[in-house]
């Protein structure tokens, strides 16, 4: 299982050397999430929309390792952009990927972009 | 009013600016600051941070907006170059002039930069600012480029500071070298033994470290190639990062001739004051002490001392000893250092704890008489450290066999050091933000604070390194349970109301959005509590489904299924009172087979289908729909079931037919929102097979008509249900129910099943007897009237949900892709398909 995991590490916007063409705006809903096919990874994408800011994180939740954080809830926490693992209610920062509500491992993130109505995100390879 | 001028905004410099806002005494001052950087003041002890993300606005301590909200004119970009005692002005690099009733001076330090030859080549730098990291990480990238092997960096100076930059140039991908003139790493706060723990694990994460090496020459010709340490030894690296320690900012008071130390640094008195009384001088650029003292805590202290001084508060003062205990995860090796972390035998001695095998090691230093911890070293595991952090700034006692204070806890598993709650009220929790244990406790027990994210918000605790957390948390959850307390009366940090009070607004304004209740009446952006609360309330004030605004559901009802633990969902149609014809039998078996779903008989007298994958829901429910079933609401918090015995149908006993008004009940009351789940039951007789008193409403037939009993429950805490009225007809038992199931709904808190919801109503049965039988409130007639209007509203999301190609739209696991989620794997399970177990 460890390889699954290491298959998410958190790219910055400096890194990008890909940036993947992941759909049209009206894909995505507003102040949610939906799951993003990249090769063999699960990208959770998030337009968060109450901030006017697109995320971008692992769908693999590191707690037991289910494929469903696209599936939680997004919201703030004193200001910090976070998403709750539907499972158990994980917490985890859109921004560091850093787990909120206790010392699991923090998520992979990704910068995303969106040009012409196209959603990107970038990946470093 | 009176102008205050800050030059400088580094951390101290704002933690000023925000202290003196807390204060609120921004009538009287005007706050002018001046930052050199362009950049608003950010978090620079966790610049390698921004090495992961690349993100300089989470960084930064507060937005700029947030300057000019608490009215402080933030100059960035503009450094101060001269002060005017005399004349008590300033200027700036461009020439302009501000005067000052009081000046703070919060430069900061800049790196030291030893002077060693060839120091000005190419490819070497500093580590302090965002500037530094963006040039190091271009310079990085150069190398990087066509190189098959990875360049090596070598960062001068093995402090904190250094390894921190070790970390950051190993992030970019380069090969990392710390190259340190003493003996050991980190030689301010790890004995040798300690060290070299650090060192070998360091070693295995790929970071190199040499140690005993004074550079004495940087080689190259343009760039930098190499560091020779001697005649004959060196290292070839293709960068240089240098650590070597830090110097004070302190040219401005030099030129205006302030006192300064003889290796500089602006002398300060115990206000902060320096040799001017106007001017004050915070953080590393002051000499307090003879000492500059280069942590955030002290700094945060001066800047505290300093407001209260300006204020006029003079007694408060800066502390005569400055703890300068340390505790952080250096690339994921705990390291942490407190009190006297080297023992001069005079004073003490040392009890150690090493375990190479485990990069383990624990030294705590003990006095002579062997009752006082004077400090220590951990590294490798430091969970001890808040504890035994505490025990030395407050000397309270310690063991006997002063050993168990940190073997205790490797023998078994917890540390003999007792409650949290036993340090004392003025012991010093959280060090960045001067917390005691008594400004996290009592607010607890006054009842100001509830919750860990409550006592946060107020104390400011654990909001800057972050080390105390664990502690501050420990003191939240043991003063709470020794209150009894575990609820929280309003919702979350984004809605300062009861549930209650949030349906009476929403009601009341017409509220049907989340974003119009933020707007309204909340504040931030919403959360995981919040958001299926509303959806919850919008559904009893209006019967909104799910599928009108998903995205605030919880899971379950944003999918109108019930998730399982591998992330594939459940599907439980209604089988209203449990009858179910043998043609819908057949449908359900179909459904199961074709798409290979577990399948097993609920508590509730329905049938659970389990392993749905979420894009195969929609056509799962139209083969089901199609056959006449509806959704069963077993995803929501919302009517359940109504359970019921076969009664007079069938029953040689039966007095009624509990089926038939089962049916009608469930028929009645289905897709009702709620706080919490609803269910109901119906027994024929006495007997009572249909367990009806388990149940949050529950009917009896007895000779002359229904004994109605509500607010019971099964589950962890059981509750038998209550008689509210007794020998009532069918049409009393459905009026009495709207009005109780109205009044469930409007009042009780979030996540409250009916019977804590009774258990906390003044008053109790008799009381609710009172309102829903002889309306004592008189809102009988419109409990019932918005009841009606929620059954009428009644449709199947499910039938819904599929109708409707932009809704049906969200039940898909990609949405660039029609594939499954491949990251599913189902085992056998007898003769039928469960998901793997967990591995952790």
Known sequence: METIISTYTSVNEQAVKTWYKAGPVEAFPDNGGV????????????????????????????????????????????????VACPMHKKTFSLETGENLDGALDAIATYPVKVADNIVYIGFSE | MKTIIVVGNGMVGYKFCEKFVARQASNDFKILVFGEESRPAYDRVRLSQYFEDGNATALEMAPRSWYAENNIELITGQRVTDIHRSSRTISTMNDQTFSYDYLVLATGSSPFVPPIKGIEKEGVFVYRTIEDLEAISAYAR????????????????????????????????????VVEFAPKLMPRQLDRRSSKILQ?????????????????????????????????????VDMLVVSAGIRPRDELAKTCGLEMGT?????????????????????????????????????????????????????????????????????????ASFGEPFMPVEKGYAIL?????????????????????????????????????????????????????????????????????????????????????????????????????????????????GGCKPMVTDLVDETLASLGKEVQDTICEHFDYTRQELYGICKVKKISTFDQALATCGKGHGCEICQPLLASIFASLYNDTPNDEAVIQDTNDRFLANIQRNGTYSVVPRIPGGEISADK??????????????????????????????????????????????????????????????GSTWCRYGMDESVSFAIALEERYKGL???????????????????????????????????????????????????????????????????????????????????????????????????????????ASALESEMQSLIDAYQCEWKQAIENEAMKSRFKHFVNDEADDDNLVFVPMRDQWMPKQWEQ
């Open chain 2, 142 to 177: 150069t190398l990087s480029e066509g190189n098959m092997q990875p360049p090596k960096a070598a960062v001068l100076g093995g402090g904190l500071l250094g390894l921190e930059a070790a970390k950051a140039v190993m992030d970019m991908g380069l090969e990392p070298h």
């Open chain 2, 263 to 335: 290796r500089g640094g602006i002398v300060v008195n115990n206000k902060m004051q320096t040799s001017d009384s106007s001017i004050f001088a915070i953080g590393e650029v002051a000499l307090y002490n003879n000492m500059i003292y280069g942590l955030v805590a002290p700094g945060y202290e001066m800047a505290e001392v300093a407001v209260s001084q300006i204020l006029g508060d003079q007694e408060v003062l800066m502390s005569e000893t400055i703890d300068m205990s340390t505790k952080l995860k250096l690339i994921g090796v705990d390291v």
């Open chain 2, 585 to 646: 039998l057949i449908t359900i078996g179909k459904v199961a087979k074709e798409y290979h779903l577990y399948t097993k008989i609920t508590g509730g007298q329905r049938i659970d289908l389990f392993g749905a994958k979420l894009n195969q829901l929609p056509a799962i429910w139209k083969d089901l729909i199609d056959a006449g079933f509806e959704s069963g609401h077993a995803y929501g918090k919302s009517l359940r079931t109504v359970k019921s015995c076969v």
């Open chain 2, 353 to 465: 704890f090493e375990n190479k095998t485990k990069d383990l090691y624990k030294r705590v230093n003990i006095s002579h008489d062997g009752t006082k911890l004077l400090g220590g070293i951990l590294v490798g595991d430091a969970t001890d450290y808040n504890r035994l952090h505490q025990l030395y700034l407050n000397d309270l006692p310690i063991p006997e066999a002063a050993e168990e204070l940190i073997i205790g806890s490797i023998t078994n598993g917890s540390p003999s050091l007792g409650s949290v709650l036993d340090i004392p009220d003025v012991a010093q929790v959280c060090s960045c933000e001067s917390v005691t244990k008594g400004d996290i406790c009592n607010p607890i027990k006054s009842g100001a604070c509830n919750s860990l994210s409550e006592v946060i918000a107020m104390t400011k605790a654990t909001t800057g390194c």
């Open chain 2, 200 to 236: 070998g694990k360091l070693a295995s994460l790929g970071i190199h470290v040499h140690l005993n090496k004074a550079t004495n020459a940087i080689i190259g010709s343009r760039a930098i190639t190499g560091l020779q340490f001697g005649e004959y030894d060196g290292i070839m």
């Open chain 2, 673 to 779: 929102r709620s706080p919490h789940k609803i269910k109901g039951g119906v027994s024929g007789c006495i007997r009572e097979c249909a367990e009806a008193r388990g149940k949050d409403f529950g009917l009896i037939a007895v000779e002359g008509g229904w004994n109605l009993y509500v607010c019971g429950n099964g589950g962890a805490n059981p509750k038998h249900a209550k008689l509210l009225a007794e020998q009532i007809d069918n049409e009393t038992c459905i009026k009495y129910l709207d009005r109780f199931l109205m009044y469930y709904i409007r009042t009780a808190a979030p996540l409250m099943r009916t019977a804590p919801w009774l258990e906390k109503l003044e008053g109790g049965i008799s009381q609710l007897q009172k309102i829903v039988v002889a309306d004592s409130l008189q809102i």
């Open chain 1, 35 to 82: 799951c993003v096919k990249y090769k063999d990874r699960q990208i959770a994408v998030f337009n968060f929309k109450r901030k006017n800011t697109w995320y971008a994180c692992q769908n693999l939740c590191p707690h037991k390792l289910e494929m469903v954080l696209s599936r939680g809830m997004i919201g703030d926490a004193n200001s910090l952009p976070k």
